[in-house]
C-alpha cells in the first residue's frame, strides 16, 4: 500500500540558511505532489503543487523538487526567517482514488534567529 | 471575507452526546471535504462531496454523517461522541475534485470528556 515519509520529525536551522525538508513515498508513481505549511492551531494552507513531468518549481523563497525515479521530493527555503517556523506537510493523491489526498505526517520546521 | 469558515472552533462535550460542526467556503468551489487530524498530527480524509453529492466516504464510523445542503456548505453530524473522536477536524474546499489545492478551514477543535 501506499507509504508517505517525511524527513524527522523536527527540524532546527539558523536564521539565514536554507532549510530542506524530505517527502519520500513508495508504491506509487503519483501525478502530482503538494506542499502546505500548518502553523500552531490553524489549517494547512497550500504552498506548492509539483507534476510528475516538472523537475523544479519556485515560488519566492520556496523550491521543490520531485524525483519520479528516487520518489522524493525536497522542498527548499532559502534565506530561511523566524517566520517560516511551522509544521510543513507534503500531499499526494491517493493510489486508490487520485480524488483525494493523503498527508505525511509533516516536519516541524525551527528556524532560529 | 473568510475563505472556508467553520463553527465551532473549540467543542467541549460529554460522552454519548450528539453535536454537528458547519462549513461554509465562499470560494465557488464545487468540492468540499471533512478531514480528521488526531494527536499525533495526521491529517486523514473522512468524506468528500461534489456538487453536493458524495464522492469520498473513508472508513469512518456511521455515527458521522455528513450533510450538503449546498454546494458552499458541508456540515458533520455526530452521533453518540466516543473519547476517540476526540481530534481537530478540518473542513477543506477546491475547485475540482482532484489535482486542485485545497483551501482549509480553521479547525474545531472537539473534546469528548
Known amino acids: 500500500s501506499q507509504k508517505i515519509e517525511q524527513n524527522s520529525e523536527a527540524l532546527n536551522i539558523q536564521e539565514g540558511k536554507t532549510a530542506t525538508l524530505t517527502c519520500n513515498y513508495t508504491n506509487y508513481s503519483p501525478a502530482y505532489l503538494q506542499w502546505y505549511r500548518q502553523d500552531p492551531g490553524r489549517g494547512p494552507v497550500f504552498l506548492l503543487l509539483i507534476r510528475e513531468n516538472e523537475k523544479e518549481k519556485r515560488k519566492e523563497r520556496l523550491k521543490v523538487t520531485f524525483d519520479t525515479t528516487l520518489k522524493q521530493s525536497l522542498f527548499h527555503i532559502t534565506a530561511s526567517q523566524p517566520a517560516d517556523s511551522a509544521t510543513y506537510l507534503c500531499?499526494?493523491?491517493?493510489?486508490?482514488?487520485?480524488?483525494?489526498?493523503?498527508f505525511g505526517s509533516g516536519t516541524q520546521l525551527t528556524v532560529l534567529p | 471575507d473568510t475563505a472556508v469558515s467553520q463553527t465551532p472552533k473549540y467543542l467541549v462535550t460529554q460522552m454519548g452526546n450528539d453535536k454537528s460542526i458547519k462549513c461554509e467556503q465562499n470560494l465557488g468551489h464545487d468540492t468540499m471535504y471533512w478531514y480528521k487530524q488526531d494527536s499525533k498530527k495526521f491529517l486523514k480524509i473522512m468524506f468528500s462531496y461534489n456538487n453536493k453529492e458524495l464522492i469520498i466516504n473513508e472508513t469512518v464510523p456511521n455515527r458521522f454523517s455528513p450533510k450538503s445542503p449546498d454546494k458552499a456548505h458541508l456540515n458533520l453530524h455526530i452521533n453518540s461522541l466516543e473519547l476517540g473522536d476526540s481530534a481537530v477536524y478540518f473542513c477543506?474546499?477546491?475547485?475540482?475534485?482532484?489535482?486542485?489545492?485545497?483551501?482549509f478551514g480553521p479547525g474545531t477543535r472537539l473534546t469528548v470528556l
Open positions: 500531499a499526494l493523491p491517493n493510489s486508490g482514488s487520485a480524488r483525494q489526498l493523503t
Open positions: 477543506a474546499s477546491s475547485q475540482k475534485v482532484a489535482g486542485d489545492e485545497q483551501f
